[in-house]
């Protein structure tokens, strides 16, 4: 296996896809602008493997093995030289990801795929930046990315059949279940979830229940391991209000529109676990009140 992959933003997705593919048997190259953000996404990488190993689930030699598979770089274009593969996992921003792809185009080499992670933002639009639209791709990964085993593959209105096929096949070797999706907003994952979040928070808005009582309706009623609430905090609270905006701006349908009170927390900063406040609060006093109730038992 001698593909050379290149996963830009280490980041909560971004050291996830990395560490995938690393304990896969791939060589990866993780970029970030700043060293710190290299050294978070390594650390997170190290714990992930840590709690793999004490799971009994890898060995501390595939431990060492995966960690060798992995480079660090800030500078996009040194790293990107020998790539094979390049899935850009940065902020789900439009303008943001366009300026990645110009990039990306520019600094590798010809036959490399390009690849986003984007979970709502059209394929077809971040390809018409580059010069080779026939090898760009979604390659939309859940969080957390080494125990999730879904992949949604987009297919952008250019994208080669030989692109689409090579990127489902290796999604195979990692050890997850790919699937098939058209690129219109949101997907399948998200034009269904989070309108589903959205509702959540509207029922919330309308004071029909608090929030851990909608969190056991649907964990209880209907099954889902995690609330949708407590899901949105998971996912953060700004991604969701920005993948509903794209889904509202590319339907024009009302349905999609982010509820005021989600705009409203992430102007005020509150963002989920990420921010250590959203719909729960996860803030180090919480933490602290916890355990001593747990011991006061």
């Keep these: 296996m001698n593909k050379n992959i290149v996963v830009i933003g280490a980041g909560t997705m971004g050291n996830g896809i990395a560490h995938t593919f690393a304990q896969s048997g791939f060589k990866v190259n993780l970029v970030d602008i700043s060293q710190e953000a290299i050294d978070r996404g390594m650390k997170t990488i190290t714990t992930n493997l840590d709690r793999i190993v004490a799971k009994g689930n890898l060995t501390e030699e595939q431990k060492a093995e995966t960690l060798g598979n992995i480079s660090t770089f800030t500078d996009l ?25 110009k990039n990306m185009d520019e600094a590798a080499p010809e036959n490399c795929i390009l690849a986003t992670n984007t979970s709502s933002i059209s394929i077809t639009k971040i390809a018409s930046v580059t010069n080779r639209p026939d090898k760009v791709i979604g390659m939309h990964f859940m969080n957390p990315v080494p125990i999730m ?28 279940v790919p699937v098939e999706v058209n690129d219109y907003p949101g997907f399948v994952a998200n ?6 979040i959205n509702e959540a928070i509207e029922t919330l808005y309308n004071n029909v229940a ?69 719909f729960y609060d996860y803030s180090e006093s919480k933490k602290a009140e916890k355990v001593a109730k747990m011991f006061a038992k």
């Design 77 to 101: 274009s040194e790293a990107v030289k020998s790539a094979d593969l390049i899935v850009e996992a940065a902020t789900e921003n439009l303008d943001l990801k366009l300026k990645i792809f």
């Design 149 to 176: 085993k879904l992949v949604e593959i987009i297919k952008g209105y250019s994208t080669s059949k030989e692109t689409f096929d090579e990127i489902f096949e290796m999604s195979k070797k990692l050890g997850k």
């Design 191 to 196: 034009r269904i979830l989070m309108p589903m």
């Design 210 to 278: 608090g929030v851990e009582e909608i969190d056991t309706v649907m964990k209880l009623g209907m099954a889902h391991p995690m609330g949708p609430l407590q899901l949105a905090d998971f996912i953060g609270l700004d991604v969701c209000l920005a993948i509903l905006n794209v889904m509202y701006d590319g339907f024009k349908n009302p349905k999609y529109a982010p509820n005021p009170l989600l705009v409203n927390m992430v102007m005020a900063g509150k963002l989920g676990v990420k921010s250590g406040e959203g």
